[in-house]
């Protein structure tokens, strides 16, 4: 068990640019989501996947994020047009469910991303 | 927005002693979970306790939860300087709900040695 990978670990990016981050899950989960954080506050949620399909988003989520998970297994966070107020940790986490839905979220989170913008 | 809010925002105690989280949330959960995160590093997921239990313990940790008053503390005895780290708590909604994590802002603990 690898556990969940985030890269870059660090992204300092000037404003205005694009950047993309890529999360691989743990190999086996089926279920992938991306949280952003800012210092001194908890993880809040951006989207989910379930496979390959992306099932929730927040209002977080501007137009100018987008995700992705093309097979069903790593994911990519793209931020176009970056601003200053994006510079947080972006993490990504993945977790299994048992068919029948039961059983808790448990959900195993990547080192993250630290954004940066100038 | 976040559902969850932890108290204390802040604990320092000495190694050897008790610390005592609290969280409270705002809607009816399917779960509720803790979490640690150390400085600037990602989540591990430490104890998850169902909205139908009342007590849970994990080796040095014991999790209760209050529904009716939509409370949780989570207890960490003989505490430890590797115990420095900020502690959340997590909801997840009703089956059916959102997949989501709802996460408060966290006790930052800082265990003396």
């Known amino acids: 068990d690898t556990g969940v990978s985030q890269n870059p670990r660090h992204k300092i990016t000037k404003r205005g640019q694009n950047v993309t981050f890529r999360c691989d899950p743990i190999?086996?989960?089926?279920?992938l989501y991306w949280y952003r954080q800012t210092l001194g506050q908890g993880p809040e949620f951006l989207t989910y996947?379930?496979?390959?399909?992306?099932?929730?988003k927040s209002r977080l989520l501007s137009d100018r994020f987008s995700a992705e998970r093309p097979k069903g297994s790593f994911s990519t966070l793209e931020i176009q047009r970056t601003e200053q107020g994006d510079s947080a940790m972006y993490l990504c986490?993945?977790?299994?469910?048992?068919?029948?839905?039961?059983?808790?979220?448990?959900?195993?989170f990547g080192p993250g991303t630290r954004l940066t913008v100038l | 927005s976040q559902q969850g809010e932890e108290d204390p925002q802040a604990l320092s105690i000495q190694e050897g002693e008790n610390a005592t989280m609290n969280c409270s949330y705002k809607?009816?959960?399917?779960?509720l979970q803790w979490y640690r995160q150390n400085s600037g590093r990602g989540l591990v997921h430490l104890i998850l306790?169902?909205?139908?239990?009342r007590e849970k313990h994990s080796g040095r940790l014991r999790v209760t939860l209050d529904t009716s008053k939509k409370s949780s503390s989570l207890l960490i005895t003989a505490s430890r300087a590797a115990d420095t780290a900020s502690y959340f708590c997590?909801?997840?909604?009703?089956?059916?709900?959102?997949?989501?994590?709802?996460f408060g802002k966290g006790t930052k603990l800082t265990v003396n040695p």
């Open positions: 190999s086996e989960h089926n279920r």
């Open positions: 809607t009816s959960i399917n779960n």
């Open positions: 306790i169902r909205s139908n239990e």
């Open positions: 996947f379930q496979n390959e399909a992306q099932l929730e």
């Open positions: 997590a909801t997840d909604l009703p089956q059916g709900g959102s997949e989501k994590l709802v």
């Open positions: 986490a993945s977790s299994t469910r048992g068919i029948s839905g039961r059983g808790g979220n448990e959900q195993f």
